[in-house]
């Protein structure tokens, strides 16, 4: 298999060009995206509006895998989401965790991308937010406290795993 590493440049580049991107067939893709940039939330956490709460201008998420309650400053949150999480009401419009990965694979016109031995998709996200924040502050402390993680192992995992770009495999249709 030819592969090629991503470091952390890349990888912020690749996230950030979804973003932005103008191939999503729906228009709040983009949000969507922004918020994974944003947090580093798992992909499912985003569309989960009964897991999130509002409170003295502070967002809160109760995790997936471990239910623990995750503050979220707003000013990682586009405006949509925000209304949504006050209102309680389906984010982006309803789309389902399906169509946004298919919005994904439009936006990156690239070979397939792995982190470890395991395709990456939206999870890109996480592990770039993980990445920038560890690269930022050289920390790895702050970067369990900003995901509400209580392993170092799993903080260790996301910024040093590495992610690949398989040059082999046929590009997302």
């Given at each position: 298999?030819?592969?090629?590493i991503?470091?952390?440049?890349?990888?912020?580049?690749?996230?950030?060009?979804?973003?932005?991107?103008?191939?999503?067939?729906?228009?709040?893709?983009?949000?969507?995206?922004?918020?994974?940039?944003?947090?580093g939330?798992?992909?499912?956490?985003?569309?989960?509006?009964?897991?999130?709460?509002?409170?003295?201008?502070?967002?809160?998420?109760?995790?997936?895998?471990?239910?623990?309650?995750?503050?979220?400053?707003?000013?990682?949150?586009?405006?949509?989401?925000?209304?949504?999480v006050?209102?309680q009401?389906?984010?982006?419009?309803g789309l389902?965790?399906?169509?946004?990965?298919?919005?994904?694979?439009?936006?990156?016109?690239?070979?397939?991308?792995?982190?470890?031995?395991?395709?990456?998709e939206?999870?890109?996200?996480?592990?770039?937010?993980?990445?920038?924040?560890?690269?930022?502050?050289?920390?790895?402390?702050?970067?369990?406290?900003?995901?509400?993680?209580?392993?170092?192992?799993?903080?260790?995992?996301?910024?040093?795993?590495?992610?690949?770009?398989d040059?082999?495999?046929?590009?997302?249709?």
């Open positions: 298999m030819s592969v090629k991503i470091d952390v440049p890349a990888l912020n580049k690749i996230c950030l060009d979804v973003v932005v991107s103008k191939y999503p067939h729906w228009n709040v893709s983009n949000h969507y995206f922004y918020d994974l940039y944003s947090t939330c798992r992909p499912s956490e985003l569309l989960q509006i009964h897991r999130w709460s509002y409170k003295n201008g502070v967002y809160y998420l109760n995790t997936l895998k471990t239910e623990a309650q995750r503050m979220i400053n707003p000013s990682q949150l586009t405006v949509d989401f925000k209304d949504c006050i209102s009401t389906a984010p982006y419009s389902t965790y399906d169509q946004l990965i298919l919005d994904f694979r439009k936006a990156v016109s690239r070979k397939e991308i792995f982190v470890g031995n395991r395709r990456a939206l999870y890109l996200f996480r592990y770039n937010r993980a990445r920038q924040l560890y690269t930022d502050t050289q920390n790895m402390g702050i970067v369990m406290q900003f995901f509400g993680w209580y392993s170092s192992t799993i903080a260790s995992n996301y910024v040093t795993t590495p992610i690949t770009l040059l082999q495999k046929a590009l997302y249709r």
